[in-house]
């Protein structure tokens, strides 16, 4: 166990929904990152926060967006959604530097019908 | 731009050693090393920063090389709990991780 928690573990929705995915970052870390994982596209970063501001954005799709509150839980949220968005999300945390250990949290599973 | 990882897979039989290799054409500020097992999120094997500095962690142990930008894997006397796959994520703009295709190892009795 990370210490990350994800909610909810799975999700099934309709292409054009949208939807959130929770992340709690371990107790003490600031810094959030959010990854896509798929077959086809393999482990992608999609954007970190830092103690509430946005750091660093990677391929993250313009339908998706993310925000980190002051208790430093994070949510994504992904719009419009297509079939390919089906992936697993996984969330991960860091006391603060990138250089530090990224704990990762057990993951969403988003599936698009 | 994603490294390159090699090989794409590898068995060993316990107790063999194995090298998983990762390659990037960008300068880099860190290599990160995670193990994946099928159905649960990757696990932080190591960091490795600018410096070339080889860590350890038990039997695993890892290089980096700054002048080619890359960076080894070392499992020496594999065990059973090895197998799994294994990622490299490089760090070339930072606080962005981009990571390679992973190296799936299995690791027989």
């Known amino acids: 166990d990370s210490g990350v928690t994800q909610t909810p573990k799975h999700l099934i929705t309709a292409t054009g929904q949208r939807v959130t995915l929770r992340c709690s970052p371990r107790?003490?870390?600031?810094?959030v990152y959010w990854y896509q994982q798929s077959l086809d596209q393999g482990l992608q970063f999609l954007i970190q926060?830092?103690?509430?501001?946005?750091?660093a954005k990677g391929n993250i799709l313009e339908r998706f967006s993310a925000q980190q509150f002051p208790d430093l839980h994070s949510e994504l949220n992904l719009s419009s959604l297509e079939l390919g968005d089906s992936a697993l999300y996984f969330c991960?945390?860091?006391?603060?530097?990138?250089?530090?250990?990224?704990?990762f949290g057990p993951g969403t599973r988003l599936t698009v019908l | 731009q994603q490294p390159v990882q090699s090989p794409q897979a590898v068995i060993l039989r316990e107790g063999e050693d194995a090298v998983i290799n990762c390659s990037s054409s960008?300068?880099?500020?860190?290599v990160h090393w995670y193990r994946q097992k099928h159905g649960e999120a990757p696990v932080f094997l190591m960091i490795?920063?600018?410096?070339?500095e080889q860590k350890g962690h038990d039997k695993i142990s890892a290089s980096f090389n700054e002048k080619k930008q890359q960076s080894s894997l070392y499992l020496t006397a594999s065990q059973l709990s090895y197998s799994g796959t294994y990622f490299c994520g490089t760090e070339s703009v930072r606080y962005k991780l981009t990571f390679g295709k992973g190296t799936l190892l299995t690791v027989n009795p």
């Open positions: 490795l920063l600018k410096g070339g």
């Open positions: 960008k300068a880099l500020y860190s």
């Open positions: 107790s003490g870390d600031l810094s």
């Open positions: 926060y830092y103690n509430g501001e946005e750091r």
């Open positions: 991960a945390s860091s006391v603060d530097l990138a250089t530090d250990t990224q704990y």
